[in-house]
């Protein structure tokens, strides 16, 4: 469970850095606060019992109190982010002196992104938030206070939603551990009878539940995943396609190569020629 923040705070605000393949172990929430994080390095996966989001450097995540969460990497990037936990009586305090509805929008949708002008802006508020917090002079929540207020109204004003997947139906716990599985082993030579057994299910059961919740079968969903680490890999590295097909999961280049045509439209070959600048 993420930690809490102490009673008597109203916010706090911290700069991390984690390793580039940081992965939550479990699903978790925050009882009772509201989060901002402002993504520095890295490029993640939020997933929840309704939807997934990715989102990547300048954009900012937003989390509300009892919902079910969980981060993946999407990148071999060091994992470096502002995180901003705002007590519930504070989140009370700016609907009632500036607007509820604002508040809502910029805590409905998950993941926010901007122009690269208005993340910078956002950045540079937070860092100076940071700077106010760790003063921790008599004054320091009153200044933190405005600043907040200005952050809320600058991602409400400036933000761009993220685009979302929708799943299907909410996803069960033991749905949601098959898709932590495949993002650690996507590698390995995973079957629909290694996810079952995670699962705790027949292998026809786990087949039906997938599909029914995440709205695709789980072997596209596994594909999906290892096309989405084969990418990552022809844009960051020189490795051979073979090389890369081995280091993702699938048997050779020619059946990586015959997946990438048919799910992305493309060869690897061509996806990594054209991504040259």
Known sequence: MP?????????????????????????????????????????RRIITPHQQVDFHPGDMTVMSPMIYHRTFPLSRAPYVNYLIKISAELAEEFAREIDPKIWQDVFEPISLSFHPDDSKKAQELIADMLEVYEEKADYSMILLK???????????????????QRFRATLSNEIMEVMYFVEQN?????RLNNAAEIAGFSEGHLSRQFSAQVGIPFSEYLVNVRLRHVKEQLLHTALPISEIAFRTGFTNADYLSACSHRHEGMTPTAFRKGSVR
């Open 146 to 164: 405005g600043m907040l207020y200005r952050l809320i109204i600058l991602m409400w004003e400036k933000h761009i939603k993220n685009g979302s």
């Open 186 to 190: 996507y590698s390995d030579d995973i």
């Open 3 to 43: 930690i809490e923040m102490p009673k008597e705070s109203l916010i706090t605000i911290q700069k991390r850095t984690l390793s580039a393949d940081f992965m939550m172990p479990q699903m978790e929430l925050a009882a009772s606060h509201y989060s901002i994080g402002y993504l520095i390095s890295g490029d």
